[in-house]
Each structure stands twice: as C-alpha cells, then as structure tokens.
DNA sequence: CCCGCCACCC
DNA sequence: GGGTGGCGGG
C-alpha cells in the first residue's frame, strides 16, 4: 500500500496547475523512493517529468509498486479543496481502484477526505537521456516568466542564443523585433536574483513561446530556474524542489522553417 | 539622429497608457528642445498635448527635428515589457524606419532592446492658443479621479461651477442627482492635499464625464491635476511633471440641449 | 487575443 | 483599502 504524508498541500496543487494543460491522464508511479510522473504532451513536443522524492514526505510508506491513474483534471478539482497549508495524505492499496486524498488543517480541527476513481493508462515509458548540456542557466523563475510573457507580445517564438558575453532572448514579429539579455550575476545579499551561465559551447536554438509560458506556471514552486540547451536536443527547463524533488519540463526546438 | 535617456520608464509607460485608449497612432515630435506629441481623438471632442523636455532627459541629444509615428497599442505592448524602474533610453535615425527603445535594469544585468516599426502619418498640426482662463482650479489628481467616477455612477456629465465659494461637480440622471464641492485650502503640512481655485469671472460648463475619467487615468503622473475653465472654450486638464514637461487634456463643453 | 475576476503586495 | 499581476473565460 502507499501512504505519503505532504506537509503542505501547495505543493501538490501548484504541480498539478502548472502541467494539467499539458497532459490530461497520467500515470503517478510510487515506489519506495517516490512517487514519478512522466507524460508527453498530446501534440508530442513537450514531455514533464516530476519526481516527487520519498524525502519529501513524511511519513512515506511504499511496499509496491503502484501505479495510479489520474485524470488531472480530476485530481485539479479535488486538489482546489484543500487549503494551500493543509497536511495532505495520499493513500492506495496495493491494486487500486482509487486513490485517497485527506486533507488536514494545521491545527487538526478540519479534516476532509476525498477518493478519486482511478483509470488505466498504457504506459508509454520513455528513457530521458542524462544529456550532458553545451549551456545551463540559472535565473529567478520571476525573471523568466517575465521575460517569456514579454516576448508573447511579438511573436510565437523564441531564439535562446547563450554566448559566454550571457544569454539572449529574442524575437521579431509585425510589430517590430526584441530581445533580453542577462549577464551572469551574483549578489551574495540576494542569492534569489543570481544568474549563473555555465557554458562548454555557444548554442542558439528557437522555441514555441507558447510552451515556455506554459511551463512558467511553475514558478511558484521555486524561486529559481534552470534552461539546459544542447544544439538540436530538447530545452530542459527544471524547477529544483526540496529534498532533490523536482518538476522538469523538456520542449523539442523548432527548426528551419518552422522558426 | 534622436538618443534620449529617461531614468524611469515608467513616465512614458504612464503616459502611453493614460492617452491611448483616445489617440491610436500618432506622432512623438523631436527636436532639441525635447519630444511632443499632439493629437485629437477620434472624435474631435478631446485632444492631447504632451511635452516633454530635453531637461527630463539626460543625456538628450536630438540633432534635427524627427517626426517618429507610431501606433500606440503597439509602443504599449513594448513598454509592458519595461520594467517601472528600469531606465529607457529611446534612439532614432534621422529618417528613421523604426525607433529602437532600449530598458536596462538598475544593477545592470539585464538589457532589453525593442525596435517597433514607424509609419507615414499626416500631421494636422494643431495650433492651441495660449488662453486667459477665467478658473484655475488645482486638486490632488486622486480627488479629481474619485469625483469623476463617483459621478458616473450616476449620469454621462458633470457640470463644473466655479464661483468664489468654491467649485461645484454636480449631475443627475435616472437614479438621482449628486454634487461634489470643494473649497480652497491650504495646508502646509500636506500640501500635495491643497486645493487651489483662481478666479476671474465665475464660470459653468458642462463635460462628457467618460472622457475625465479617461483623462484620469494620467493620475499617477502627478500628485496634482490643475482644471482651466473659461465660457465656451475647451476644459484644459493639466498634469504637470517635473522639468516643466506636462500632459495636458482639452476637452469640449457639452452645450445646450446636449447637456 | 482581449477583458474581467480573484489573489497577493504595498 | 487600493493597485498590480496572474489566471480563467468569452
């Protein structure tokens, strides 16, 4: 059986808002060391990927491996009735037909309990490669939705062109061209507005800004960022969580023409 | 060429969101004395006069005059992607096809750059005359803007009277009538509170109040707003800013059974 | 793509 | 309490 104890529910429903428009039913496989997701989204050219580490729970019970079914939309409805500072305990039996959802009040004088029917998904299991990137950015997570949602303004796409001089955002559409550029920057008083660029090769590739907004409902779950690029390999867009949990975005860049 | 550096963005994203839901496309006028703009609605009931001076620039350089046309909710979209305290600094050719528009962040690590396209537009080149008012009438511009929208609850025009008591907003419509009336007054301890009321002759006109509501949306350029009546000239709504730059409304009287 | 509503911050 | 930014709906 799994019985995972959450000390703040928020976590769970900041994940699940941030990927329920990319996927609508996915497996969330528990095991003993956590509970994963990895899904593609319908049109195949993002994929997440959520791990979601035993460390972060507690308790964390997980005797087999269970794989629960969920309609996000679903779990997001049920997921909207709990208090962000809400304990939240997720429980299944070892052959589920649901999964149990118990929310708890801080101060223990509410609890609420919810099953959700569960639905069998054909796995597709996909191997991400460990990819070794020419270039990591680190930024505030602020910082690129902002510059994401910015850029929105003028086209459908985005050049990410990473040079040891920084990293450059840019775009042109109807209305005229733009571009942001970040120089890597640190300031020991405000370690969450660092900027860290580290670079074996320049690397320049354009992507859908559609995605990218998309993925940025993420940013609430960490105050940072970080874009991995590789020449003619995903993005890989990671939101560090505690206890090396974390909630990863990859999106295929678009090429010629398309751009 | 045209290279004009403005501390704050946020004064030209103010600007642009408090005239542009009057003016669509117009031209920002350059020369050495500083960057105006004139236009009036589609309407022809309201017009706009907004300079700035070379002064509220440094450096401001602008070798010949430079007509710069540009569509507003396009420099709108642009200006959204500046931060309030990043620092613009506006460049243009000397027949320029675009005007480029660089926002840096304070601490310098980030540069954004934007080039938006011109266009050709006809210049109907407003003379205003330099009027004798028979009211001046300075307010904190965030009572002008609570008066103004108040009294839209309750009816489409304001009549302003202005006597040596005092002035009067007052209208009335289907659900009633209502009135607002203000006194001079001077307080050394908060004068961005004083109301200041200059009079000649006592005047009474009548003002369409969706266009003051419009016009309010300049509030927070200025903690004052001057009002300028005379008998059957336009209202002149002035915002003053700091170098003796300004954003100045005109806006005809309703007359007869108008009202 | 734009507008209105809701939540968070000042 | 007001204003601004983000999210959801038309």
Known sequence: MLEARLEQAQLLKKVVDAIKDLVQDCNFDCNDSGIALQAMDNSHVALVSMMLKSESFSPFRCDRNIALGINLTSLQKVLRCAQNEDILTLKAEDAPDVVNMQFESADNDRLSEYDIKLMDIDQEHLGIPDTEYAAE???????????????????????????????????????????????????VDKPEKNIDIRLTEPVALTFSLKYLVNFCKASGLSDSVKLCLSSEVPLLVEYALSNNSYLRFYLAPKIGDEE
């Open 137 to 187: 950015i680190s930024m505030p997570s602020s910082e690129f939705q902002r510059i994401c949602r910015d850029l929105t303004a003028l086209s459908e796409s985005v050049s990410i062109e990473c040079t040891k001089e920084g990293v450059k955002f840019a775009c042109s559409g109807d209305i005229g061209s733009g571009s942001v550029t970040l120089r890597s920057h640190t300031d």
